[in-house]
């Protein structure tokens, strides 16, 4: 299977380059160059398989002859192995027509655990076939730094730096990337701000020298290998519902777009999905874009759900260009215009067929705190204030015809102080997290000095 790049002027690559490389050097977004696809008999032949075999199957369809089936179910479970449910994306029923699919018993209580488990397991299988090693720069504001954290420790072919800003992630946060004892993992506190770190990430790739002596990567949301990984919950939720011989929709709590991005390419490879969608919170790009048809940045605001406070959805590139019919021309056109004015609009046409595939809502803090106590209410459930997005869209778009599914993303001792505002009550950590707070840290101090931090790294 072959990889082209979003925007058009970057090298063809395989599986395992695609992988390796992240971001293309055109600064688009690797896509395969031909969508693979399941008939209705090929997918009822997926049911019944445990979530380890299933992902096996569905990732297969992505790698071409890059890994075989076999080495896949190594790593495959190798990767679910550090889940802490038996059926490791365990679906709820919530109401008559509503499903939950908890996807936070992952290492870091949340769903990146569910990519960031197998993209550590392929890097390291891949680096080892060519004998090669790499060393992953990072800089996190709280979740994704301790999920690619616990998806390359120990591993022997990563060296893995993660930047965060000190004193301005949570302490479970912070807790749950400094505690790793595994001599690969180095964090480092920033006298800085999360901006501050992103741009010396930013400026340790732009140098060449640099980057080639460690050999540098990156294992940020725009990788196509976590797209691929979490395709597999969506059938892995709707086999369980009677697909494909029953629809169904899903809602989900939407930031970067990667999440609700792997629902559109399920139903692109055959998934019989109803309705696609979007929760956002108040940082409301992409529902502003299905509202009026322009794109339009306006600044972050800080939320009850942190995860999702962002200025651009880096991973709606990819749907763009399906929806431009593949136009690379088109492409270039409104992300030239996004980068230098903030804003590009699509026609009413375009925008019609965009609503045929998503819909929106978005949500204030007021409702997410209302929606946390309503569904505590009525169901007994504890939702984390992202999770109660998706329910919460789920329940404006709540009809008889087919289960709708909302996908949860956190689990709710992820968040304790929105979720106690909301029930009177703490949420404790699972078992097993319950020595984070005893737990030796290990993190670097450093200034807010790219040299500093380059000297860190060696
Ligand atoms: C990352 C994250 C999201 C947003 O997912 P995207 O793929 O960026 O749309 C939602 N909820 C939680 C808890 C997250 O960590």
């Not at 802490?84 to 655990?113: C, M, R, V, W, Y």
């Not at 699509?346 to 949500?363: E, G, M, N, W």
């Not at 946390?372 to 209410?377: A, L």
């Not at 999770?387 to 001792?413: C, D, K, L, Q, Y």
Request: charged share 20%.
């Amino acid at each position: 299977m072959d990889y082209i790049s979003t925007r058009g002027s970057a090298p063809t690559l395989n599986f395992k380059q695609a992988t390796l490389t992240g971001l293309a050097e055109d600064g688009g977004l690797y896509i395969p160059q031909l969508w693979p696809s399941l008939s209705l008999d090929e997918i009822r032949k997926l049911r019944n398989l445990d979530y380890p075999t299933l992902a096996v199957e569905i990732i297969h369809l992505f790698t071409g002859d890059c890994v075989d089936k076999s080495t896949l179910k190594t790593l495959s479970d190798r990767a679910y192995g550090n889940f802490h449910h038996d059926a490791i994306a365990p679906l709820k029923q919530l109401d008559s027509n509503l499903f939950f699919l908890e996807l936070f018993h992952g290492p870091t209580l949340a769903f990146k655990d569910f990519a960031l488990q197998l993209l550590g397991q392929l890097f390291d299988h891949f680096l080892q076939q060519d004998n090669a090693k790499c060393t992953i720069i990072g800089a996190t504001s709280g979740d994704t730094g301790s999920a690619a954290i616990e998806g390359v420790r120990g591993l022997s072919a990563v060296e893995l730096f993660m930047l965060h800003p000190k004193g301005r992630v949570s302490e479970v946060q912070r807790r749950q990337m400094t505690t790793i004892a595994d001599a690969n993992i180095h964090n480092l506190a920033v006298a800085g701000t999360f901006d501050d770190c992103q741009s010396m990430v930013k400026a340790m790739f732009n140098d060449s020298d640099f980057r080639k002596k460690h050999s540098l990567s990156a294992v940020n949301s725009i990788n196509w290998a976590r797209i691929a990984a979490q395709v597999v919950y969506y059938f892995w939720a709707a086999l369980s519902l009677g697909a494909p011989d029953r629809s169904v929709s899903f809602s989900v709590p939407t930031g970067n777009f990667g999440n609700i991005l792997a629902a559109y390419i399920a139903k692109k490879i055959g998934l019989p999905i109803d309705r696609l969608i979007i929760g956002s919170n108040r940082n409301d790009i992409l529902t502003r874009f299905f509202e009026t048809g322009s794109m339009e940045q306006t600044g972050v605001h800080p939320t009850l759900t942190p995860s999702m406070d962002i200025q651009i959805s880096s991973n709606f590139e990819r749907y763009l260009f399906e929806l431009f019919g593949r136009d690379h021309g088109e492409l270039n056109r409104c992300m030239t215009q996004f980068s230098q004015k903030g804003r590009f609009d699509i026609d009413s046409t375009t925008l019609k067929k965009a609503r045929l595939d998503f819909t929106a809502h978005r949500f204030n803090d007021d409702q997410i705190n209302q929606e946390i106590q309503r569904v505590y209410r009525s169901t007994g459930e504890i939702i984390d204030p992202h999770s109660v997005i998706g329910v919460a869209a789920a329940n404006i778009e709540e009809t008889s015809t087919s289960p709708i599914i909302a996908v949860g993303t956190a689990h709710p001792a992820k968040f304790p102080d929105a979720v106690k505002n909301a029930i009177g009550f703490e949420v404790p950590l699972p078992d097993y997290l319950g020595d984070l707070l005893e737990k030796e840290e290990k993190m670097v101090d450093v200034e807010n000095d790219v040299e500093k931090v380059k000297a860190i790294v060696g």
